[in-house]
């Protein structure tokens, strides 16, 4: 099933701290808390599993933001997207130097805080060894490149996290369980993922989708459908059944399927 993005607001202006709450939750995410301080804000961090957090950079207290979002990071690396106004050089010269995942600048919009949500999961999720530069404006996205062998636009995003992913399903990322997922099923260039509560159309081939997954237990088994081996129940020669439902076992994708049972 798909859980909510936690996230965690680091404000101490009390008015600002109860809109953003209202804003995240209206927009489907969960505010884990609220901190008016460094320290507040890592036993939070500490206390629960984030996806990110949002963090003022002038918050009053021994620490300010920057520090604060320094000591998080450095009990766990999350995405932090900093929240300001106009502020001087030397004090955004040490923010970069953490390289946050995004900015906000206030006052604060719906269209802002949607566009650096979205930023930030991506570039976190996109970093491996060279941290991401920071980029000076939030009002759009950069699409995908072109893929040059398909001519696919490959426009969907599909971000991993270690043993979820999220997606973007009504303006917004999901996160799911990888294992979670009980089967996928492609039409043309669309691919569906599907759980036992929701399915998520993807504007990607299948192709696209398993590789982006990169999920061992989810199997390819048709040109139209792969299945995740823990929720396969019975299969014979020509079908895979899950609890609910069969799929089709097409025949070149049987012999892959079967490789992946211990025979005795």
């Not at 719906?110 to 930030?120: D, H, T």
């Not at 939030?138 to 999220?166: H, Q, Y």
């Not at 390819?220 to 895979?240: C, D, G, K, P, Q």
């Amino acid at each position: 099933m798909a859980d909510p993005i936690n996230i965690l607001i680091i404000e101490d202006e009390a008015v600002l701290s109860m809109d953003l709450t209202d804003l995240l939750e209206e927009e489907g995410y969960f505010v884990v808390g609220t901190a008016n301080n460094g320290p507040k804000a890592l036993s939070l961090h500490q206390q629960n599993r984030l996806d990110l957090a949002l963090c003022d950079i002038h918050i009053k207290g021994g620490w300010d933001g920057i520090e604060t979002a320094e000591r998080l990071l450095a009990e766990r690396s999350i995405p932090i997207i900093f929240l300001t106004a106009l502020t001087d050089k030397a004090t955004l010269d040490r923010a970069m130097r953490l390289y946050p995942s995004a900015y906000l600048i206030k006052p604060i919009t719906v269209p802002g805080l949607r566009a650096a949500i979205e930023l930030a999961l991506r570039n976190f999720t996109q970093s491996v060894t060279t941290p991401p530069e920071p980029l000076p404006s939030l009002t759009s996205l950069p699409a995908r490149k072109d893929d040059a062998r398909s001519g696919e636009t490959r426009t969907e995003p599909i971000l991993r996290i270690d043993d979820a992913v999220f997606i973007k399903h009504k303006y917004q990322f999901v996160k799911i369980s990888l294992d979670d997922i009980d089967y996928i099923e492609a039409d043309g260039s669309y691919t569906t993922l599907v759980t036992a509560q929701h399915r998520y159309a993807l504007r990607l081939t299948i192709s696209h989708v398993l590789d982006r997954l990169s999920f061992p237990r989810l199997i390819r088994i048709h040109r139209s459908y792969a299945v995740n081996l823990n929720r396969v129940s019975t299969f014979n020669e020509r079908e895979v059944c899950l609890p609910t439902l069969s799929l089709p076992l097409g025949r070149l994708y049987k012999p892959d399927f079967l490789r992946h049972f211990d025979i005795r």
